[in-house]
């Protein structure tokens, strides 16, 4: 009974455990998507102030500054509720899709210098925070840090990433990065700064005057952390910079063109001034002129844009230095080469020194075209001017032919002196070949000479050699001769010494011949006859001396002993 009551209670306990686990899942569990946040409210809790619109205490009711972010969580669903809100994405770009510019057409140049021009691509981007809760910074400055919890805008940016951001508390702005392509810079403006130098860098240096009376009054550059146009320029590459505090402005560096010139007609830009006769002089002037990177915020802080520069300084300036200039030559100094180069030459460098004082490089004013007129108007003015290039052109022809006539005159005492010489030469050149005949033939008779007595020289010593060699070779046969006789003497004395002592040994003649005949003897030669009984014959010689050679060989002992045995 005991057992089936406990079993009993641990059935209901565990169904409860699991029930209330199956309560607390589906009514307390919160689950936010990979792609979104989630914005807690509370229901229960104390009330928010008037002014307040999040919760900045704990335990205060309302919306929270806390996010949840993608995940599970487990919240009472009585005390919270939630609002589902997407993450927000600030992009990276895609740098497959960059197209960068490094040579500029005239239309992207307009666009660049009306602050419209874009590159083609996706390019990462910035996102700019604006606090929409909080008290207002105590300085009154719009631009508040996000580690305060003051309203305004942030002055640090949301870099490339995902954020999750409470929309009741954040507004975001989405902004391309700043790009600076090559050849370029892009020179940054401040707009706001802190308190303390918020009035630093807008005064205005001493001013200056060229010679001509122009001013070149020029604005004061602002320091890191100022407002205003900071000294130093960006350059190229992609920054990450807050669109709403800081300015760039892009500039092309190097050197570009700016003409006054007829294109048309109807569009004659040429300048006209009066020369030092009254006559009416129009040129076309290029000017080749440039930014430097180091006078580039200079020239922003000043100008504000490229247009404004040549607006105010190339365009205005030209033309009057043009008419102070030109109007100290006379007519026929423009039609005249080497005085229409030194205009040019007067031009650029009085043009040089007015933009130089506006940080504005000039490299050179170049005169494509020069007309002259008569000051007379209609056909009469014409003629006039017709008549003064023809009288002009007809003295430089007169004073060209008089040098030409010079120059042909010294043309041919030269071409002369030069037929006097080439003969010369030639007669220099046949002297040499004949004493170099002459040389060549004495060097090859010296050459055979000593050739000869060479040769003569080499048989005498071959003759010599060859008798020396024939006087050798008889010593030699004399010497091999005189030595072969030698040895076959000395080999016959040899032998007659050894039969002597042979000889001496037996102790006389008689007993070596007994001796040899006894060693050479051989049965083989004995030849018996029988001639019948009773008689015995033989045909050996001196049977007595066999009978007493071998009677003396058992008798004489070994050679050279002396001795005798008898058996």
């Given at each position: 009974?005991?057992?089936?009551?406990?079993?009993?209670?641990?059935?209901?306990?565990?169904?409860?455990?699991?029930?209330?686990?199956?309560?607390?899942?589906?009514?307390?569990?919160?689950?936010?998507?990979?792609?979104?946040?989630?914005?807690?409210?509370?229901?229960?809790?104390?009330?928010?102030?008037?002014?307040?619109?999040?919760?900045?205490?704990?335990?205060?009711?309302?919306?929270?500054?806390?996010?949840?972010?993608?995940?599970?969580?487990?919240?009472?669903?009585?005390?919270?509720?939630?609002?589902?809100?997407?993450?927000?994405?600030?992009?990276?770009?895609?740098?497959?899709?960059?197209?960068?510019?490094?040579?500029?057409?005239?239309?992207?140049?307009?666009?660049?210098?009306?602050?419209?021009?874009?590159?083609?691509?996706?390019?990462?981007?910035?996102?700019?925070?604006?606090?929409?809760?909080?008290?207002?910074?105590?300085?009154?400055?719009?631009?508040?840090?996000?580690?305060?919890?003051?309203?305004?805008?942030?002055?640090?940016?949301?870099?490339?990433?995902?954020?999750?951001?409470?929309?009741?508390?954040?507004?975001?702005?989405?902004?391309?990065?700043?790009?600076?392509?090559?050849?370029?810079?892009?020179?940054?403006?401040?707009?706001?700064?802190?308190?303390?130098?918020?009035?630093?860098?807008?005064?205005?240096?001493?001013?200056?005057?060229?010679?001509?009376?122009?001013?070149?009054?020029?604005?004061?550059?602002?320091?890191?952390?100022?407002?205003?146009?900071?000294?130093?320029?960006?350059?190229?590459?992609?920054?990450?910079?807050?669109?709403?505090?800081?300015?760039?402005?892009?500039?092309?560096?190097?050197?570009?063109?700016?003409?006054?010139?007829?294109?048309?007609?109807?569009?004659?830009?040429?300048?006209?001034?009066?020369?030092?006769?009254?006559?009416?002089?129009?040129?076309?002037?290029?000017?080749?002129?440039?930014?430097?990177?180091?006078?580039?915020?200079?020239?922003?802080?000043?100008?504000?844009?490229?247009?404004?520069?040549?607006?105010?300084?190339?365009?205005?300036?030209?033309?009057?230095?043009?008419?102070?200039?030109?109007?100290?030559?006379?007519?026929?100094?423009?039609?005249?080469?080497?005085?229409?180069?030194?205009?040019?030459?007067?031009?650029?460098?009085?043009?040089?020194?007015?933009?130089?004082?506006?940080?504005?490089?000039?490299?050179?004013?170049?005169?494509?075209?020069?007309?002259?007129?008569?000051?007379?108007?209609?056909?009469?003015?014409?003629?006039?001017?017709?008549?003064?290039?023809?009288?002009?052109?007809?003295?430089?022809?007169a004073i060209e032919k008089r040098l030409t006539k010079e120059k042909q005159r010294d043309a041919a005492v030269v071409r002369a002196e030069l037929e006097e010489a080439q003969k010369k030469v030639d007669i220099a050149r046949e002297t040499i070949q004949a004493d170099t005949r002459v040389m060549v033939a004495?060097?090859?008779?010296?050459?055979?000479?000593?050739?000869?007595?060479?040769?003569?020289?080499?048989?005498?010593?071959?003759?010599?050699?060859?008798?020396?060699?024939?006087?050798?070779?008889?010593?030699?046969?004399?010497?091999?001769g005189q030595a072969r006789a030698d040895v076959e003497k000395f080999k016959n004395q040899a032998e007659a010494d050894g039969y002597r002592m042979l000889v001496d040994a037996f102790g006389g003649g008689r007993a070596f011949n007994l001796y040899t005949f006894a060693n050479?003897?051989?049965?083989?030669?004995?030849?018996?006859?029988?001639?019948?009984?009773?008689?015995?014959?033989?045909?050996?010689?001196?049977?007595?001396?066999?009978?007493?050679?071998?009677?003396?060989?058992?008798?004489?002992?070994?050679?050279?002993?002396?001795?005798?045995?008898?058996?």
């Amino acid at each position: 009974m005991i057992r089936k009551l406990l079993g009993t209670v641990v059935g209901i306990a565990m169904l409860a455990t699991v029930g209330i686990i199956a309560l607390f899942w589906f009514s307390f569990r919160i689950y936010v998507a990979p792609n979104e946040c989630a914005v807690l409210i509370r229901k229960t809790g104390t009330a928010l102030t008037a002014n307040q619109k999040v919760a900045t205490e704990p335990g205060q009711k309302g919306i929270q500054r806390e996010v949840l972010g993608p995940g599970r969580y487990f919240k009472n669903p009585y005390t919270w509720s939630i609002e589902r809100h997407p993450l927000v994405e600030i992009s990276s770009g895609d740098p497959k899709t960059w197209e960068w510019v490094h040579s500029l057409d005239a239309q992207q140049r307009e666009a660049v210098r009306t602050s419209t021009f874009k590159f083609k691509g996706k390019f990462p981007e910035v996102g700019v925070l604006v606090r929409r809760t909080g008290d207002p910074s105590p300085d009154g400055s719009p631009v508040v840090s996000r580690a305060s919890n003051y309203s305004g805008i942030i002055k640090e940016v949301l870099t490339p990433g995902t954020y999750k951001l409470n929309p009741y508390v954040y507004d975001v702005e989405r902004y391309p990065a700043a790009v600076i392509p090559a050849g370029f810079v892009g020179v940054v403006t401040n707009m706001f700064a802190n308190t303390d130098e918020m009035d630093a860098g807008t005064g205005i240096t001493s001013a200056n005057v060229t010679s001509d009376g122009f001013r070149t009054n020029l604005r004061q550059l602002s320091k890191r952390g100022q407002r205003g146009t900071v000294e130093e320029v960006l350059q190229p590459g992609v920054y990450l910079i807050n669109p709403k505090l800081k300015k760039v402005t892009l500039i092309e560096i190097g050197f570009n063109e700016y003409s006054q010139i007829r294109v048309s007609d109807m569009e004659n830009n040429r300048i006209s001034f009066p020369s030092d006769t009254g006559y009416d002089i129009r040129v076309g002037v290029t000017i080749i002129w440039g930014i430097d990177p180091k006078n580039a915020a200079t020239i922003i802080n000043e100008f504000g844009n490229v247009d404004r520069v040549l607006e105010t300084v190339i365009g205005s300036q030209l033309p009057s230095i043009c008419r102070n200039i030109g109007s100290t030559y006379d007519a026929r100094d423009f039609i005249h080469g080497e005085k229409r180069e030194m205009f040019q030459r007067d031009l650029t460098e009085k043009l040089q020194e007015v933009c130089q004082a506006k940080k504005v490089e000039v490299l050179l004013a170049l005169v494509r075209e020069i007309e002259v007129h008569a000051p007379n108007v209609g056909s009469e003015g014409e003629q006039v001017t017709e008549d003064l290039k023809r009288t002009i052109q007809q003295s430089y022809i007169a004073i060209e032919k008089r040098l030409t006539k010079e120059k042909q005159r010294d043309a041919a005492v030269v071409r002369a002196e030069l037929e006097e010489a080439q003969k010369k030469v030639d007669i220099a050149r046949e002297t040499i070949q004949a004493d170099t005949r002459v040389m060549v033939a004495n060097i090859l008779a010296d050459a055979e000479k000593q050739a000869a007595e060479i040769d003569a020289q080499a048989e005498l010593e071959v003759a010599t050699i060859q008798q020396e060699i024939a006087l050798l070779d008889a010593q030699r046969t004399e010497i091999l001769g005189q030595a072969r006789a030698d040895v076959e003497k000395f080999k016959n004395q040899a032998e007659a010494d050894g039969y002597r002592m042979l000889v001496d040994a037996f102790g006389g003649g008689r007993a070596f011949n007994l001796y040899t005949f006894a060693n050479e003897f051989k049965p083989d030669s004995i030849r018996l006859f029988f001639a019948g009984e009773g008689t015995f014959w033989t045909d050996l010689k001196g049977f007595e001396e066999v009978g007493a050679a071998r009677l003396l060989g058992n008798q004489v002992g070994p050679l050279g002993s002396g001795g005798s045995s008898q058996k």
